[in-house]
């Protein structure tokens, strides 16, 4: 799929579905369960109660720690909603038993297939593109896709997060899925030869690194990089102009695209509501949020992207089956633990 900034008028269901529910579901409630962090987040919750007269009540915390919780509370539990990011979460959402297939004819036909579960139990709502970023001045030849980034050429210059964290699991898994788990060790242990330090902190830190000198080359989720152009990141925003970037895999896979997204819980209390909130998500509103608000792609195609996100340009991303990747988290897991990616 590509993503343009192209307006397209989508009529289904979803963008309607924010009057036609407010009569069915007034005064209702929806127990949120999120571990998103994003204060831009406000107005997506916000406007679905403005239009259906549902609370929304919001219990926030780390994804694991929040599906543990949702496991303890067993059949007891208020959450009707489990938000998250990164497809690795999602299955294990899915894995522990925390959440249930729908029946959702509006999800069905807004997301698209590779970004919902096979079993209907998550559905994506946004995406980021893990980005590879260089300094300009001291990277000629930047690497054109992931495997390129363990080339020997590139020793000592390259920058990464931990193997703890799931963007680097659900980037592994996907090279499994895309070139084989041979070619992905090989690419694995590649990376930590070329590593310019120990693999630490966030995104953000990857791109700071970049204007520190740390390091050359990075990788880091999109929006990380779309925030800094749009608003003041210390020790990135005022020289973000060194910093290029590159779509990877163009000519092959395309950009690896990381998920956020959620389900219903196995035993949400109030159940329709928790759907009639999955398919606000979905709905051309909704969707805008992600992106005006966050520097999210939205899943729902056609939906118009913010002018900061436009602005990295049109790319083709990787439209991989997430449920097939996820499927390659163990061996991903091994792989890290074999080449000693901290
Ligand atoms: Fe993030």
Redesign the pocket.
């Known amino acids: 799929m590509a993503f343009t900034s192209t307006f397209t008028s989508l009529a289904l269901a979803g963008a309607t579905l924010a009057a036609g529910t407010a009569a069915a579901f007034a005064d209702g409630e929806v127990n949120l369960y999120s571990s998103r962090h994003y204060d831009t987040d406000e107005r997506l919750y916000s406007d679905f109660t403005d239009a259906t007269g549902i609370t929304i009540n919001r219990i926030e915390g780390k994804a694991d720690e929040l599906i543990a919780r949702m496991q303890a509370e067993g059949a007891n539990s208020p959450a009707d909603v489990l938000l998250t990011?990164d497809t690795s979460r999602l299955t294990r959402a899915k894995d522990s038993g925390v959440l249930q297939s729908i029946d959702s004819d509006v999800l069905e036909q807004r997301i698209p297939a590779n970004l919902q579960d096979d079993d209907n139990q998550w559905f994506g709502f946004s995406q980021?593109a893990r980005i590879i970023f260089y300094d300009k001045a001291d990277v000629q030849d930047p690497p054109m896709d992931y495997l390129s980034l363990a080339d020997p050429e590139y020793k000592g210059m390259v920058c990464h997060r931990s193997s703890s964290n799931t963007?680097s699991q659900t980037l592994l898994a996907s090279v499994i899925e895309n070139h084989g788990e041979e070619a992905a060790r090989a690419w694995a242990q590649g990376m930590v030869d070329n590593f310019a330090r120990d693999p630490q902190g966030?995104?953000t830190d990857q791109l700071r690194a970049l204007i520190s000198g740390e390091c050359e080359i990075s990788i880091a989720?999109s929006?990380?990089f779309a925030r800094a152009l749009r608003t003041d990141v210390t020790g990135l925003s005022e020289e973000i102009d060194r910093i290029g970037w590159i779509f990877p895999a163009q000519e092959a896979e395309g950009a690896h695209m990381?998920l956020s997204g959620g389900g219903v819980a196995a035993n949400a209390p109030n159940r329709e509501n928790a759907v009639a909130f999955l398919e606000y998500l979905s709905s051309d509103q909704a969707q805008q949020y992600f992106s005006n608000g966050n520097d999210e792609f939205p899943t729902v195609e056609g939906v118009p992207l913010s002018e900061t996100v436009a602005k990295l340009g049109e790319f083709k991303a990787d439209d991989v089956n997430l449920s097939s990747v996820a499927e390659n988290l163990p061996a991903a897991q091994r792989i890290f633990n074999d080449v000693g990616w901290k």
Do not use: F, K
Request: charge should be neutral; aromatic fraction near 34%; hydrophobic fraction near 10%.
């Open positions: 990011v980021r963007y966030g995104d989720n929006y990380y990381n």
